[in-house]
């Protein structure tokens, strides 16, 4: 298994090890340094998933974490919320093939990522793609807790589904957009996702 501390935040691990050195006559605090440590490595894991060979209409989940809400929107589309818990993997992938027709970047708020009324003002990350069968978007959305997003989309180019998007850093949320008319959802409210591997939707 992989961590992307060294990686995407590696001023962190700098800082712990100028602590254990400071203190390293302290048990105490040597100690609970080498925990901290160890957590954060945990926490920035990135697991090997073989992506399963689903046909290509199928959209796979973006992240791992609980669906909290499933709506059909005004405005045409369906937006799925999913939220990630501290012990779940905080890797983003894409959910289908297809080219990156933009990346948003948003300003906003830190609220609690899994208080829906208010979270929708927090900073987020949007990576549109777009292919044969239509336009999804996936939201990486910043919680009270995690208020660095990393996305590594490019615009105008392939990317194919169950490839690496991004990571959100510590507690925070996901939503999928998907044209309602166009899909089939196939989970429900309270499912548990596993990024890659789960199948969250289908292409009619």
Same mark, same amino acid.
């Given at each position: 298994m992989?961590?992307?501390?060294f990686?995407?935040?590696?001023?962190?691990?700098?800082?712990?090890?100028?602590v /254990? #050195?400071? *203190?390293?006559?302290?048990?105490?605090i #040597? %100690? *609970?340094?080498?925990?901290? /440590?160890?957590c954060l490595? *945990? #926490?920035?894991?990135?697991p090997?998933?073989?992506?399963?060979d689903?046909?290509?209409?199928?959209i796979?989940?973006?992240t791992?974490?609980?669906?909290?809400d499933?709506?059909k929107e005004?405005?045409?589309l369906?937006? +799925?919320?999913?939220y990630? @818990? +501290?012990f779940?993997?905080?890797?983003? &992938?894409?959910?289908?093939h297809?080219?990156?027709?933009?990346i948003?970047y !948003?300003?906003?708020? #830190?609220?609690l990522?899994?208080?829906?009324?208010?979270s929708?003002?927090?900073?987020? /990350?949007?990576?549109i +793609?777009q292919?044969e069968y $239509?336009?999804v978007? %996936?939201?990486?959305?910043a919680g009270?807790v995690?208020?660095?997003i990393a996305?590594w @989309?490019?615009?105008?180019?392939?990317? !194919?589904r $169950?490839s690496l998007?991004?990571m959100i850093?510590?507690?925070?949320?996901?939503?999928?957009y998907?044209?309602t !008319?166009? %899909?089939k959802?196939? %989970?429900?409210?309270q499912?548990k996702i596993?990024?890659?591997l789960?199948?969250?939707?289908? &292409?009619?």
């Amino acid at each position: 298994m992989r961590t992307l501390i060294f990686q995407e935040s590696i001023e962190i691990i700098v800082i712990l090890c100028i602590v /254990m #050195f400071a *203190f390293r006559t302290n048990d105490y605090i #040597f %100690v *609970f340094t080498i925990v901290l /440590m160890g957590c954060l490595i *945990f #926490f920035y894991r990135l697991p090997k998933r073989h992506l399963p060979d689903f046909n290509k209409e199928i959209i796979t989940a973006p992240t791992d974490g609980l669906i909290l809400d499933i709506v059909k929107e005004s405005n045409g589309l369906t937006r +799925i919320t999913i939220y990630l @818990s +501290i012990f779940d993997v905080h890797v983003q &992938w894409y959910p289908t093939h297809g080219i990156i027709r933009n990346i948003i970047y !948003k300003k906003g708020e #830190f609220n609690l990522a899994h208080i829906l009324e208010k979270s929708k003002y927090n900073e987020k /990350m949007s990576t549109i +793609i777009q292919n044969e069968y $239509g336009v999804v978007r %996936v939201d990486q959305i910043a919680g009270q807790v995690a208020r660095r997003i990393a996305n590594w @989309s490019i615009s105008n180019t392939r990317v !194919k589904r $169950g490839s690496l998007l991004g990571m959100i850093k510590l507690s925070s949320r996901v939503d999928l957009y998907l044209p309602t !008319k166009k %899909v089939k959802i196939l %989970v429900n409210k309270q499912t548990k996702i596993t990024g890659k591997l789960t199948p969250i939707a289908k &292409w009619l």
